[in-house]
C-alpha cells in the first residue's frame, strides 16, 4: 500500500499531490471522521483552489458536510474546529515550504494533528471508499467570519487597553502569505502604529521565501531599523510559525520565540511546558526556574498536541517559532503568539526581554538526502553515540546531551533533508559540534 502521510498530513509538489489523489484522500478522511462536518481552509498557492475543489468534493461524496472557511491562516482554521463543533478540519498549505509545495493538513474534532501513525489508518480506507447515495451528499457551504472570530478570540487573552496606551510602533512581514488577511486588521484593532511588508497575498511569494530565516527577512529588519519601530514580526505562508526582530534590528531566531513565550505564560500561569527533543535547553532552565516540569515529544505538531493533551501543560511548542497557548487551541497560534509580544512590549523592550533568556547558540545544518540516504545518516549518528556510550534519547532521530551542549540529527518527515542541530553556551563550541557531527554522518 501507498504511503501518503508524513510526519503532518499529505505533502507533495503538484505531479504528486494531484486532485485525483487531493479526493481519494479526503474520501478517506471523510470515512475516517465517521461523516462529520468537516471545516476546510486553504492558503493562497496557486495549486490551492484546485485542490480546494477535489477535497470539497471527496468529502460531500462521502457524506459529509464540508464548511469552506475561504484562505485563513491554519491557527484560524483550527481555532474554528470548536467554535462550529467540526469533526475535523483540512487545512490546503504546505506551511513553509516553497510555492510550487502543498499539502493537507489533517486535524481531528478536538483539534489534535493527525499523526503519520494515524494517517496510515486513513490509508487504509482509502482502498475501501464508499460513495453515498445521490440524495446523501453531503453539503458544501461557505464560512467567512472566521478570521474575524480568531482576532476577537485573540484579544481576550491580551490587555487592549495597556497595549493601546503605549502606542507602540511595528513592522509586520506577512510574507505573502495568510497573515496578510490577519495580522495588519489585529495590530490596528490593537491600536498599534503599523508598517507592513508583503502584506498582499501572493501565491509565488514574490517578496521572499515562505520561511522566516534571518535570510529571508532581511527586509523587515531594515525596516524595523529605518523606521525606529518597538519591533518586527514575520510569519511563514500558514501563520503558525512566527519570528521577531527587535528594536535594534537583531533577528529573533524561533527558539527565543518559544523561550520567550514560555517566560510570559510561567509568570501568569505555572505549569508543565511540552516541547520537542529539537528544542533549546533554555527552556529546561526556565522551567527549573519556575519549578515546573519540560516534557518532550517527537519533532511534529501531532506528537506536540497528544502531550499537551495529557500532561497537564500550561504551554507548547517548537524551535522554529510555533507555539501553542491551549486556552485557545491546540494550534501553533502565530496570532496570539505576536499579540503576546505586543503586550510584552509595554513592560520593556524586547531586547531587553531578551536578557532574561539563559545563553545558548544554536547552529543548525541541513544534509540533502533522499529516503534511504536518511535512514542510514541516522543510523549512523545513532551508533556513534553507542560505540563511544554517550548520554542520547531516539525518540526521533538521534539527540546526543553533553555536559553545556547537544545534538540532534533527525531526518525531516517534509523535505528531503537530514537536519543536524547544535546547541552550546558559546557559539564557537556550537559550530564544532555541528561540524563534529555533520564528520561523522557524512
Not at 285 to 310: D, F, H, Q, S
Amino acid at each position: 500500500m501507498a504511503k501518503y502521510f508524513g510526519t503532518n498530513g499529505v505533502r507533495g509538489l503538484f505531479n504528486e499531490l494531484t486532485p485525483e489523489l487531493a479526493m481519494r484522500v479526503a474520501q478517506a478522511i471523510g470515512m475516517y471522521f465517521k461523516k462529520g462536518k468537516i471545516i476546510v481552509a486553504r492558503d493562497c498557492r496557486l495549486t490551492g483552489e484546485v485542490l480546494r475543489s477535489s477535497v470539497v468534493a471527496g468529502l460531500a461524496s462521502v457524506g459529509c458536510e464540508a464548511v469552506y472557511l475561504g484562505i485563513v491562516t491554519a491557527p484560524t482554521a483550527e481555532f474554528m474546529i470548536k467554535k462550529l463543533k467540526a469533526d475535523g478540519c483540512i487545512i490546503i498549505t504546505a506551511s513553509h515550504n516553497p510555492p510550487e509545495w502543498n499539502a493537507l493538513k489533517v486535524v481531528d474534532g478536538k483539534g489534535i494533528a493527525v499523526s503519520k501513525e494515524r494517517g496510515e489508518e486513513i490509508e487504509k480506507l482509502m482502498g475501501k471508499i464508499k460513495l453515498v447515495e445521490w440524495d446523501r451528499v453531503g453539503k458544501i457551504t461557505n464560512y467567512e467570519m472566521a478570521s474575524e472570530e480568531h482576532i476577537a478570540e485573540v484579544k481576550k487573552y491580551v490587555d487592549v487597553e495597556k497595549i493601546k496606551q503605549k502606542k507602540l510602533k511595528v513592522v509586520l512581514d506577512c510574507g505573502n502569505g495568510t497573515a496578510s488577511v490577519i495580522a495588519p486588521k489585529l495590530f490596528k484593532e490593537l491600536g498599534i502604529e503599523i508598517l507592513s511588508i508583503n502584506a498582499h497575498l501572493d501565491g509565488r511569494f514574490p517578496g521572499r521565501p515562505s520561511e522566516p530565516t534571518e535570510k529571508n527577512v532581511k527586509e523587515l529588519i531594515a525596516g524595523v531599523k529605518a523606521s525606529a519601530a518597538d519591533a518586527g514580526i514575520a510569519w511563514d505562508a500558514d501563520g503558525d510559525r512566527v519570528i521577531f526582530v527587535d528594536e535594534k534590528g537583531n533577528y529573533v531566531i524561533g527558539d527565543k520565540v518559544f523561550a520567550l513565550s514560555v517566560l510570559w505564560k510561567l509568570a501568569e500561569k505555572k505549569g508543565n511546558v511540552v516541547t520537542t527533543v529539537a528544542t533549546s535547553k533554555a527552556i529546561e532552565e526556565i522551567a527549573k526556574k519556575n519549578n515546573v516540569k519540560v516534557k518532550y515529544t517527537a519533532i511534529g505538531a501531532p506528537y506536540l498536541c497528544e502531550k499537551i493533551t495529557g500532561s497537564n501543560a500550561v504551554i507548547g511548542g517548537e524551535e522554529v517559532g510555533g507555539v501553542i497557548w491551549p486556552e485557545i487551541s491546540l494550534a501553533k497560534d502565530g496570532m496570539l503568539t505576536a499579540a503576546k509580544l505586543a503586550e510584552a512590549l509595554c513592560e520593556r523592550p524586547l531586547s531587553k526581554w531578551l536578557l532574561e533568556l539563559p545563553v545558548y547558540h544554536n547552529v543548525k545544518l541541513k544534509i540533502e538526502a533522499d529516503e534511504g540516504k536518511k535512514k542510514k545518516i541516522v543510523e549512523k549518528a545513532l551508533e556513534y553515540a553507542k560505540k563511544n556510550k554517550l548520554d542520547f534519547v531516539d525518540v526521533d532521530g538521534v539527540r546526543v546531551n553533553l555536559e553545556d551542549s547537544w545534538v540532534i540529527v533527525r531526518a525531516s518527515g517534509t523535505e528531503n533533508y537530514v537536519r543536524l542541530f547544535a546547541e552550546a553556551k558559546d557559539e564557537e563550541t556550537a559550530k564544532k559540534l555541528a561540524k563534529q557531527y555533520e564528520k561523522i554522518v557524512k
